[in-house]
């Protein structure tokens, strides 16, 4: 039985809006929208994985007498909005994670999803870009929305 702090490699099964379901030694983890990113990077799980996918997930409820389990990919992580970690201009060095064929972050355009630091993730607007997923590219904030936790990137450079 997994137990609140449990940190796992679980498989995604099911991929919706809200969320994502994801199975562990045939115990069911549900990931909600909100503790996957600490920046407000796409409106749909669907950009963010896919069935199949493995996954690291912090087990951070369990509700053993309704069998539902909860877990965070975020968690795992410092709040890098409380050390104020995003600001214009800052540069990161990211991997490219997947690609979007409609990010609604680019205006239902395509785009990549690239990891800025460990569970923070962003979208980056694809037009005349090709990158690979596994790719590291540097990228800068060009806009930050700490209200909303949100950020807008631009590519600088694909790294060799």
């Keep these: 039985m997994l137990n609140s702090g449990d940190i796992v490699t679980a498989e995604v099964q099911a991929v919706h809006v809200f969320g994502m379901l994801c199975v562990y030694d045939r115990q069911e983890i549900q990931v909600l929208i909100t503790e996957i990113s600490w920046i407000a990077s796409f409106n749909s799980c669907v950009q963010f994985a896919s069935p199949g996918d493995q996954?690291?997930?912090?087990?951070?409820?369990?509700?053993?007498?309704?069998?539902?389990?909860?877990?965070?990919?975020?968690?795992?992580?410092?709040?890098?909005?409380?050390?104020?970690?995003?600001?214009?201009?800052?540069?990161?060095l990211s991997k490219v994670i997947r690609r979007v064929d409609q990010a609604d972050r680019c205006d239902g355009l395509p785009g990549y999803l690239v990891e800025l630091m460990p569970g923070a993730y962003a979208m980056l607007c694809a037009q005349h870009i090709?990158?690979?997923?596994?790719?590291?590219?540097?990228?800068?904030l060009t806009e930050v929305n700490r209200q909303r936790h949100a950020v807008r990137i631009s590519l600088l450079s694909i790294e060799q």
């Excluded at 090709?130 to 800068?140: A, M, R, Y």
Aim: aromatic letters at 8%.
């Design 130 to 140: 090709s990158l690979k997923v596994g790719e590291t590219c540097s990228v800068i």
């Design 55 to 92: 996954l690291r997930v912090k087990i951070i409820h369990v509700d053993a007498a309704g069998g539902r389990i909860a877990g965070t990919i975020k968690g795992m992580y410092a709040d890098p909005w409380e050390s104020n970690q995003f600001e214009v201009g800052t540069v990161f």
